[in-house]
Nanobody, 125 residues
Framework: QAQLVESGGGLVQPGGSLNLSCEASGFTSSTLSWVRQAPGKGLEWVSNINPVGDTTYYADSVKGRFTMSRDNAKNTLYLQMNSLKPEDTAVYYC????????????????????RGQGTQVTVSS
């Protein structure tokens, strides 16, 4: 059964790092996303990775600080987050984009057909 299960969230000080994981059973042939939702705000796309894991895309707000990767042998998706800021505070979800989708100037344009339960990331001193 296909499922997405996130882990690795927590409380971290500004400038710190966290590494999120997502068990992504049944999705090894799919482009996958990390998305986040801050308190009182809508869902925000963070990053995408292609099925083989050699191409990634990032939102401008995280580019240069976050790195997305995947290990299909372990059915696992990762998000390494460095130089964290208070504005990175959100619930982070791994998600599967609906087809079709596109990139506009490197930015994801589409919807999601599946999402995990999320993991809370809080950046605060």
């Amino acid at each position: 059964q296909a499922q997405l299960v996130e882990s690795g969230g927590g409380l971290v000080q500004p400038g710190g790092s966290l590494n999120l994981s997502c068990e992504a059973s049944g999705f090894t042939s799919s482009t996958l996303s990390w998305v986040r939702q801050a308190p009182g705000k809508g869902l925000e796309w963070v990053s995408n990775i292609n099925p083989v894991g050699d191409t990634t895309y990032y939102a401008d707000s995280v580019k240069g600080r976050f790195t997305m990767s995947r290990d299909n042998a372990k059915n696992t998706l990762y998000l390494q987050m460095n130089s964290l800021k208070p504005e990175d505070t959100a619930v982070y979800y791994c998600a599967k984009p609906s087809l079709p989708f596109r990139y506009v100037n490197g930015r994801f344009d589409g919807e999601y057909e599946a999402r995990g339960q999320g993991t809370q990331v809080t950046v605060s001193s």
